[in-house]
């Protein structure tokens, strides 16, 4: 065939009037140190559809087959005889606890979120069979696994591209993944040494807390870091969304709210402690904030065409003057790779 590797293609109709193929090929995965074989597959409409819009792939499993995986989950370790959608959204406050769910649903609905939402849903799974499975494409899914002998998923797009991977072991069903996925860096050492407090307030508050951890422990041999998630401002929510004290995304020190920034560092360090901050790819319009600031990040993105766009070609509208960066766009990617160095840069 004219791919990389050669494939073992079955066409037909899809109810006997859509054409459609369905391909196999066992593919190369290698970082450049390990290798290992994946099945991959392809099933797609070969023509242009106006009836269907989602394709459903569903094939057998064991009575006794246990499903892991899915990305960050917080409720069930088991999926087997869950129905779980795998779609990035905040993981709420609540997740099905009540009245506490309601509660917050009664004030932004969705805020409570429900025991799947999370911020990082993944379409990959392994099984105590020593077999994973997991979807490249990107569109939106579900994947059924109520019954206790098949697994269905339902992918959003007419055309489905995944991978089926085996093992001798979880780990080795992992790090074969990995190979495709990429692999996360060891952490620092230092992060296993004590414990990383999540602070917030400004640099007075900081440094006070720090001295009273002192009196109370005696010293500080076991405070590894604090992680500083307000070091760019908080700003204060009010109705129509959530009333609350949060951040302004833009994502720079509020010098403001951290004065003398580099040097509480500095101090911090000397005392062995590091500095861990917060980022994400929410952008708020700086200029709303009254106090100074050196770069209009959602500006900039406006300017540049970097934000989401809704269904009919426009800025997607965020809530409290915000909105989200597009990294399926190179050059907005790149753009926010450099925001994300500067702010290493700053601690």
């Known amino acids: ?5 050669p494939r073992v293609t079955f066409v037909g109709l899809l109810c006997g009037e859509e054409p459609f193929e369905m391909w196999f090929a066992a593919i190369d995965a290698s970082d450049g140190n390990e290798s290992a074989t994946h099945l991959q597959f392809g099933a797609s409409l070969t023509s242009p559809s106006t009836v269907y819009n989602q394709l459903v792939l569903t094939y057998p499993c064991e009575k006794d087959e246990h499903f892991y995986g899915f990305g960050n989950q917080y409720t069930q370790l088991d999926m087997k005889g869950q129905r779980l959608p795998v779609f990035l959204m905040e993981q709420g406050v609540g997740r099905g606890l009540q009245p506490l769910t309601l509660i917050l649903d009664l004030e932004v609905p969705g805020a409570g979120g429900t025991w799947y939402t999370t911020y990082t849903a993944v379409p990959f799974y392994l099984t105590n069979y020593q077999r994973a499975f997991l979807l490249e494409s990107l569109e939106y899914a579900i994947f059924d696994l109520t019954n206790k002998e098949l697994v269905s998923i339902t992918l959003n797009t007419t055309n489905m591209v995944g991978r089926i991977i085996t093992g001798d072991s979880p780990l080795e069903l992992v790090q ?4 495709f996925s990429g692999r996360m860096a060891p952490l620092p050492q230092w992060v296993g040494l004590g414990a990383v407090l999540g602070l917030q307030g400004g640099t007075n508050v ?105 269904g009919s070609g426009n800025m997607w509208a965020g809530y409290s003057n915000s909105s989200i960066v597009d990294l399926s766009n190179t050059e907005a990617f790149n753009w926010f790779m450099e925001i994300i160095i500067e702010v290493c840069m700053c601690v």
């Open 206 to 310: 900081v440094m006070e807390t720090i001295q009273q951890v002192k009196e109370v422990w005696g010293n500080l041999s076991d405070v590894a870091g604090v992680w500083l998630q307000d070091w760019t401002g908080q700003r204060n929510f009010t109705a129509p969304d959530f009333p609350r004290t949060g951040l302004w995304w833009n994502w720079e020190v509020d010098s403001t709210h951290y004065p003398n920034w580099e040097d509480m560092i500095g101090s911090l360090q000397s005392m062995g402690i590091k500095t861990l901050t917060y980022i994400n790819p929410m952008l708020t319009n700086i200029s709303k904030r009254g106090t100074p600031y050196q770069r209009n990040y959602y500006q900039e993105a406006i300017d540049n065409h970097y934000f989401v766009l809704d």
């Open 176 to 179: 074969s993944y990995t190979l």
């Open 1 to 5: 065939t004219k791919d990389a590797y």
